[in-house]
């Protein structure tokens, strides 16, 4: 087999990989778990692919020990994992302990494994009941996020350091809120910024919270992306590029970084009355500093002010899937063809993007901390060989491909420290259910069966040599 890289790494980079609550664990209404936004939304008639749900999933909660011996076995260094907020305080109330069990065990078992735990507050799964009390449109979602927050903390802090607020506010924001294409399914600008704001001052919250009581490192994951103008030379599609990087990447970065939003975000949703939300106080609380940014990148975006021409083929945007836009101020963007090759998920492959952006950063923002790749990976339609093996070659490609560009972004200077690839196990994939897989472990739908895909084996084997190496 091809090594995936040949490459010498820093000292103690970090090789892992990642998953989400709602996406692995199932057992979903066991042990106290009460609904959380996806499994109330994935009831709801076309929200997902074939009605999926993650009731099941891939039953992690029951085979979570198997699962961490696999890990061991892939030679992880760490493990991204999330915390479901449902399953510790169910409805938002009091404190589940078998729910704060299932955690402890798990990050037992890593630790005995001799894998970094890396935990996730939030990836997506608020309860249904602080849904229905308004969710993250209600500023007091944000509190009643630091007080979870101060659960998990008070069960685990004594054994986990690494500690991430969000993950990816831009999806639970913007595409539950506005697009609704996520939970909780809302078509309603206004209330997806209200959205991003409180999940802003949420993480902020937390930051001060978990600082105070001792917290090693506190960081957030971002999904960043590269606005790339269709046509440089078309001042529409300029301005296209500029108002995608202003929406999708600097909303977050600069209130997190800077403790502003930006000018031009704050100009192109002026008709939302957006800065009405923002209290004095709240940009201070956003911006304490962190540890760590997660970056999630799986494609660059190729972008246009102009409409598309009829019938061209073009990316699976929610807005040609819902005709509601989670670009709020912005919906006109339209998403043309760049001609590159496709993951199953119809996203463009340029390994050369992740590069930029992880340079791009370190030269915008100079009081950037740290940078960990805490997802990077692709769906493609694998097949299973009569063999018993999964001969994922285009994942493999995909992967060597964009871990070649981490590295030579850290060549070209950029601080990061670490990579986990999306994902460890075929999942649920959100709206799309259980039709796109990014696993390096292939999981059988019908006996929930793990099988490591060659790619498994070939990030495996990389971690074996590149450890051998330090
Ligand atoms: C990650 O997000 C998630 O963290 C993870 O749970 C998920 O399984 C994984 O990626 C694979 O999808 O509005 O048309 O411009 C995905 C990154 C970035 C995908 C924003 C959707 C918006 C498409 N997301 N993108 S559009």
Redesign the pocket.
């Known amino acids: 087999m091809t090594p995936l890289t040949e490459r010498e790494w820093p000292d103690g980079f970090l090789w892992g990989s990642a998953t ?1 609550a709602a ?1 692995i664990e199932g057992a979903a209404h066991e042990d106290g778990k009460e609904d959380s936004i996806w499994d109330h939304f994935a009831r709801q008639p076309g929200a997902t692919a074939h009605g999926d749900t993650p009731e099941v999933a891939v039953d992690h909660y029951h085979r979570m020990p198997e699962d961490v011996a696999l890990m061991k076995r892939l030679g992880l260094a760490s493990y991204r994992f999330s915390v479901s907020w449902a399953r510790v305080k169910p409805g938002d109330r009091s404190v589940n302990p078998a729910g704060v069990d299932f955690y402890s065990r798990l990050v037992d078992e890593l630790l005995e494994a001799g894998i970094l735990p890396w935990l996730t507050l939030y ?2 799964d608020l309860p249904q009941a602080v849904e229905e009390t308004g969710g993250w449109a209600n500023r007091d979602t944000a509190y009643r996020f630091r007080d979870y927050a101060d659960a998990v903390y008070s069960a685990l802090g004594d054994r986990v350091t690494h500690w991430t607020t969000f ?2 506010p ?2 639970s924001s913007l ?1 539950g809120y506005a ?1 609704g294409e996520h939970a909780p399914g809302r078509r309603e600008p206004r209330a997806a910024l209200a959205a991003l704001h409180h999940q802003h001052l949420a993480h902020g919250e937390v930051v001060a919270l978990l600082r105070g009581r001792g917290a090693e490192q506190l960081g957030i994951t971002l ?1 960043l ?1 590269n606005a790339i103008p269709a046509d440089p030379s078309d001042p529409v599609d300029l301005d296209a590029a500029r108002r995608l990087d202003a929406i999708w990447n600097r909303a977050f970065l600069e209130p997190l970084l800077l403790g502003r939003y930006p000018a031009d975000f704050l100009e192109d949703v002026r008709g939302h009355d957006f800065e009405a939300l923002i209290r004095p106080g709240d940009l201070e609380t956003i911006a304490q500093p962190i540890d760590f940014l997660g970056v ?1 990148h ?1 494609h660059d ?1 190729f972008v246009s002010g102009h409409p598309l021409p009829a019938g061209s083929a073009s ?5 040609e899937k819902t005709n509601a836009s ?1 670009f709020v101020g912005s919906e006109h963007l339209s ?1 043309p063809s760049r001609g590159l090759p496709r993951t199953a ?1 119809g996203w463009d492959v340029n390994p050369a993007g992740l590069r930029e952006l992880l340079v791009r950063l370190g030269a915008e923002y100079p009081s950037l901390p740290p940078l960990y790749v805490t ?1 990077n990976g692709a ?1 493609y339609e694998d097949v299973l060989d009569p063999d018993g093996g999964v001969h994922d070659v285009e994942r493999i490609a995909y992967l060597r491909d964009h871990i070649a560009a981490v590295g030579d972004a850290i060549d070209a200077g950029a601080d990061v420290r670490g990579y986990f690839v ?2 460890l196990l075929d ?1 649920f ?2 709206a799309w259910g259980y039709d796109k897989r ?1 696993g390096i472990v292939r999981v059988d739908y019908d006996t929930l069966e793990r099988t490591v895909k060659d790619s498994g084996l070939a990030y495996a084997q990389m971690i074996g040599s590149s450890a051998a190496l330090r």
């Open positions: 989400a996406q990836h997506w993950n990816e831009l999806c595409i697009a999904n992306t999630n799986y975006d990316g699976l945007t929610p807005t989670p998403f998920m997802e769906a999306w994902s999942n994939e959100w990014f």
